[in-house]
């Protein structure tokens, strides 16, 4: 194993992803405390980070559950800067382009299943 390998690992960083041009963020290594901590944050959260971004209120009907989509959202804000090493500013999240996005909701399916 590379000397950098070694010190990444000590660090507990993980491998890197890109959120956007310019913007890469390093994955923290997933350890049971972690996992743990995710899984608590994310309790009760049945839809993709992706399906969430930018909805308004949803209010029950019949056929769903009144849903608080500025919430959900701010969970998946509050998880990803547990997962990453370097966490991601309210500017580098406004930039984040459709690949950063389908990398986050990869992201968290390491941690959640």
Do not use: C
Not at 18 to 39: D, M, N, P, S, Y
Not at 62 to 76: G, I
């Amino acid at each position: 194993m590379s000397t950098d390998k070694q010190l990444d690992k000590t660090l507990n960083i993980g491998t890197e992803i890109r959120l956007a041009e310019g913007i890469k963020k390093h994955v923290k290594i997933g350890t049971i405390a972690l996992i743990r901590q995710v899984r608590e944050e994310m309790d009760g959260v049945v839809h993709k980070f992706s399906f969430s971004i930018g909805r308004k209120k949803w209010e029950a009907t019949e056929d769903r559950e009144a849903v608080d989509w500025p919430k959900v959202e701010d969970t998946y804000k509050k998880v990803f800067n547990l997962v990453l090493v370097e966490e991601i500013t309210e500017e580098e999240y406004e930039q984040i382009d459709q690949d950063g996005i389908e990398e986050l909701d990869k992201l968290l399916d390491r941690f959640l299943f």
